[in-house]
T-cell receptor, first 115, second 114 residues
Framework: DVKVTQSSRYLVKRTGEKVFLECVQDMDHENMFWYRQDPGLGLRLIYFSYDVKMKEKGDIPEGYSVSREKKERFSLILESASTNQTSMYLC??????????????FGSGTRLTVV | GQNIDQPTEMTATEGAIVQINCTYQTSGFNGLFWYQQHAGEAPTFLSYNVLDGLEEKGRFSSFLSRSKGYSYLLLKELQMKDSASYLCAVRDRGYGGATNKLIFGTGTLLAVQP
């Protein structure tokens, strides 16, 4: 069964810590995405990558960075965690084609709490 | 700009039919998706529309009108397990289609009552 795997389901970190969220997919997908999901705000795109070592800012990149050294792995980095980054973080991957029902495959999510 | 609107909450009765509407504005429409998300879980794919009309898949159907920027998800013979959030998402053409990026609405929380 194809999968997108996020390394942690629940995470508690202290303010100011550097936090790494890892995402691995086994579908050979070109595109990978990081979203955060908050009540009433839906899914908001933080960063995405359409190729190894390529990255593009989404709608809310401030306070985050990403790394994609290998095709299967896309890491989200919180440089200095703050309480307003407490959220559910979802990783997704997809193929590249322009058309067709190639939507996203999501990971199970990481619920991050910053205290 | 890009904007997707859907109702925040809906309530329906087990065995009934419910329609969840979604309106969108986007500069590079390239398909519309519906996802289901149970509390605490990741979204899962339900349906896809790129041409106008109705797509049926068992108890779930999805409709698209590109000229009106409008879609709906129709759920028939509702079951308790259908209680979930339903996310409307539009694929944005951007970057020549390379990125396959989805823009999500805030989701509709559906409560199915006995």
């Amino acid at each position: 069964d194809v999968k997108v795997t996020q390394s942690s389901r629940y995470l508690v970190k202290r303010t100011g810590e550097k936090v790494f969220l890892e995402c691995v997919q086994d579908m050979d997908h070109e595109n990978m995405f990081w979203y955060r999901q908050d009540p009433g705000l839906g899914l908001r795109l933080i960063y995405f990558s359409y190729d190894v070592k390529m990255k593009e800012k989404g709608d809310i990149p401030e306070g985050y960075s990403v790394s994609r050294e290998k095709k299967e792995r896309f890491s989200l980095i919180l440089e200095s965690a703050s309480t307003n980054q407490t959220s559910m973080y979802l990783c997704a991957s997809s193929t590249r084609p322009r058309t067709g029902m190639d939507g996203y495959t999501f990971g199970s999510g990481t619920r991050l709490t910053v205290v | 700009g890009q904007n997707i609107d859907q109702p925040t909450e809906m309530t329906a009765t087990e065995g009934a039919i419910v329609q969840i509407n979604c309106t969108y504005q986007t500069s590079g429409f390239n398909g519309l998706f519906w996802y289901q998300q149970h509390a605490g879980e990741a979204p899962t794919f339900l349906s896809y529309n790129v041409l106008d009309g109705l797509e049926e898949k068992g108890r779930f159907s999805s409709f698209l009108s590109r000229s009106k920027g409008y879609s709906y998800l129709l759920l028939k013979e509702l079951q308790m397990k259908d209680s979930a959030s339903y996310l409307c998402a539009v694929r944005d053409r951007g970057y020549g289609g390379a990125t396959n990026k989805l823009i999500f609405g805030t989701g509709t929380l559906l409560a199915v009552q006995p």
